[in-house]
Structure formats: structure tokens, C-alpha cells
């Protein structure tokens, strides 16, 4: 069992930054893929970045390919999204997942676990 908690959302200006951190309890958080997803009002929810249990390998969405990065602490259990050049787009609730296993996964369903979501807004 894994449970997975995030932080650092907020309300920000165009072109700001912004650091996103999702903490997991258990023991054997290197044996878990970890992604981001996006969800905004009214839409569905779609993958932001994707990151395998070592650091070497990531996956991104064209729409934040250079804007933002994924990382992992495994020693922390954390795994982080910087988010930079933030534009009103990227306003949605931001949820962190891990899924079992070693390989980069990007589709929702092939993720075990889900945090509760943080709020990021975006301000024209």
C-alpha cells in the first residue's frame, strides 16, 4: 500500500514557478513509476510527466516538454514537478500517482495509486 500526499500548489502570476512535491508512505517507493496528472474544471484528466523508479528515465506532455521537469528523492519517498513559465493553461488540480513496477507508464489507468490533488492557478 502506498498513500501519497502533495503540496505546493498555489496562485501564481503568468511566467512564474512553481514547485510541486508528493510525499509516499511505505517502504518500497523505489519500486514504483511515478506521474503527474492534470485536471482541469470541466475537462479530463490528462497526464503532465511521468518519471521510472530510477532518474534517468522521464516522460512529459508536448504541452510542458521544456517548461517543466519531474524528479525523485527515493531516499525521501518524494518525487517533485517544478513547474517554470507557468501559463494560465496549466490551471488544474495537479494529483500524483504511482504505479508498480519499473517501466515509464503515461496512461491513468496503469497507475495503482493517487493522491488527493493540489491547486494550481494560473493568473492572466
Known amino acids: 500500500q502506498v498513500q501519497l500526499v502533495e503540496s505546493g500548489g498555489g496562485l501564481v502570476q503568468t511566467g512564474a514557478s512553481l514547485r510541486l512535491s508528493c510525499a509516499a508512505s511505505?517502504?518500497?517507493?523505489?519500486?514504483?513509476?511515478m506521474g503527474w496528472f492534470r485536471q482541469a474544471p470541466g475537462k479530463e484528466r490528462e497526464f503532465v510527466a511521468a518519471i521510472a523508479w530510477t532518474n534517468d528515465r522521464t516522460d512529459y506532455a508536448d504541452s510542458v516538454k521544456g517548461r517543466f521537469t519531474i524528479s525523485r528523492d527515493n531516499a525521501k519517498n518524494t518525487v517533485y514537478l517544478q513547474m517554470n513559465s507557468l501559463k494560465p493553461d496549466d490551471t488544474a488540480v495537479y494529483y500524483c500517482?504511482?504505479?508498480?513496477?519499473?517501466?515509464?507508464?503515461?496512461?491513468?489507468?496503469?497507475?495503482?495509486?493517487w493522491g488527493q490533488g493540489t491547486q494550481v492557478m494560473v493568473s492572466s
Open positions: 500517482a504511482a504505479g508498480l513496477g519499473l517501466r515509464i507508464r503515461v496512461r491513468s489507468d496503469e497507475y495503482d495509486y
Open positions: 511505505g517502504r518500497t517507493f523505489s519500486s514504483y513509476a
